[in-house]
């Protein structure tokens, strides 16, 4: 069975999630941070030259 998520584990209320991700920006930033914890890497080749898209 997987973990489960932080916000779900902790019990975050309404009020404190949007505290914590008050825009997108900080959300994007939360959930990148999660995903590459070491920076992005290419999930075909393993590669660490990746661009950013808008």
Request: charge should be positive; hydrophobic fraction near 40%; aromatic fraction near 12%.
């Amino acid at each position: 069975m997987s973990k489960a998520h932080e916000i779900v584990r902790t019990g975050m209320r309404l009020a404190e999630f949007f505290r914590r991700f008050p825009d997108d920006r900080a959300a994007e930033v939360w959930f990148v941070s999660r995903r590459w914890p070491s920076g992005p890497v290419c999930p075909h080749c393993g590669g660490g030259r990746v661009s950013e898209v808008a």
